[in-house]
């Protein structure tokens, strides 16, 4: 029997808040620095041509809120609130909520953590559904790759653990990964490891049960600028089918001056100091490496006539604002890419921009039209 929960539109989009803010703790144990990347030892739920990887077997919230390799319902029934849901009684958010109707909580997907490199921040969590044998028609689903935020000095894959359920609850094959961290790597090496979690999937496509033609990236702040780096990198539409961002700092000597200012607020300031640990110089020192390496971090400079079509939010007192993706935008335009930039009401930033009523339908939406 399927358990059912009533809300309100408040009630959805406090619990979609939960699901999107950073922070939330990642309840996936990582694999063992050095974990096979390929596919050497079959896990024992897959066909011997799987990829290894570690299960998540320790519950974050509740026993009900982990996902499992083999779940033996098609329910959640979280007994404690989230983390940022302002009061709101802990629903699983990963089915759609309206004004009066009845939410359904969806079959948890299949879960697994990876290692697409030997690093240990070099890792991406796989959620799916696969194939039924039975159905001989079914095709390979579409993928919506997803890449955290966190200035570049923090923030973690599992925070978006809601979402990938929500998202494949709506048909996508989703993975999030971690990357090495500017504390750790200088640019370009979030990039680098951005594409190589895509390549290490794409690579696993079947056993996923993904169609690695019809895939999507969405980044957040720090993660949106590694999204639209996959976007304009070389042929950016041949890697993906499309770019999607909240809050992304594209330019981020822009984010330094911006925390430069005598106005400048806390989180600006940050970001200013998060810019000269990600290039690994102090732009403005003169020193033409690193205004080199400033450059190649602002995707504007990347942007040519192959690259992937764009959707990117901001709030209208983001403290990332939009004039951090209005360059990019117009670069994009100027060479037959679309694009749209949509600022909504508030001061939200990153994943809280989901707290918008009309945000998360606008994302899927968009999502599903690219990826079809």
């Known amino acids: 029997m399927r358990r059912v929960l009533v809300g309100g539109a408040a009630f959805a989009a406090a619990c979609v808040s939960a699901a999107s803010m950073p922070g939330i703790a990642d309840a996936t144990p990582l694999p063992t620095p050095g974990t ?7 896990p024992t739920s ?20 982990t996902p499992s390799d083999a779940p033996t319902t098609g329910t959640t029934s979280p007994t404690t609130t989230p983390s940022g849901a302002s009061g709101a009684s802990g629903a699983d958010p990963s089915a759609t909520v309206t004004g009066k109707a009845v939410m359904v909580t969806p079959k948890l997907p ?4 990876y290692a697409y490199g030997k690093n240990a921040g070099q890792r991406v969590d796989v959620y799916w559904q696969p194939a039924n044998p039975k ?42 990964a971690n990357y090495r961290l500017a504390g750790a790597a200088q640019w370009p090496a979030q990039r680098d490891d951005a594409v190589d979690a895509l390549g290490f999937v794409r690579k696993h496509a079947k056993y996923f049960n993904l169609d690695p033609k019809r895939v999507a ?9 590694l999204a639209t780096q996959l976007g304009t990198l070389d042929d950016g539409a041949k890697r993906v089918r499309g770019v999607a961002a909240l809050s992304p700092v594209n330019m981020p000597y822009l984010a ?15 970001l200013r100091g998060a810019v000269d640990k990600l290039v690994g110089c102090e732009p403005g020192a003169g020193a033409t490496s690193c205004w080199n390496r400033l450059d190649d971090a602002n995707s504007a400079t990347h942007v040519s006539r192959g690259d992937a079509p764009m959707l990117l939010f901001h ?14 935008a117009g670069a994009l335009r100027t060479a037959g ?21 009309t945000v998360y339908p606008t994302l899927l939406a968009w999502l599903k039209a690219r990826t079809a």
């Open 36 to 42: 096979t990347v390929g596919p050497a030892s079959p």
């Open 46 to 65: 897959g066909p011997p041509s799987g990829p290894t990887g570690t299960d998540d077997t320790t519950p974050s919230q509740s026993p009900a809120d």
């Open 110 to 113: 299949k879960f697994k953590t």
């Open 135 to 176: 159905d001989k028609k079914a095709k390979a689903r579409p993928g919506v790759f997803l890449l955290h935020g966190g200035y570049w000095l923090e923030g973690d894959k599992g925070s978006w653990k809601y979402i990938a359920r929500r998202l494949t609850a709506q048909g996508f094959t989703v993975f999030a």
């Open 217 to 225: 990236v969405l980044g957040s702040s720090a993660g949106g600028l």
């Open 256 to 270: 330094y001056q911006d925390g430069g200012t005598p106005d400048a607020t806390a989180s600006q300031r940050k």
């Open 315 to 328: 709030s209208a007192r983001d403290f990332v604002p939009a004039t951090q993706s209005t360059a990019l």
């Open 337 to 357: 890419v679309p694009v749209t930039v949509r600022t909504v009401p508030g001061r939200m930033h990153g994943g809280a921009l989901l707290i918008d009523p």
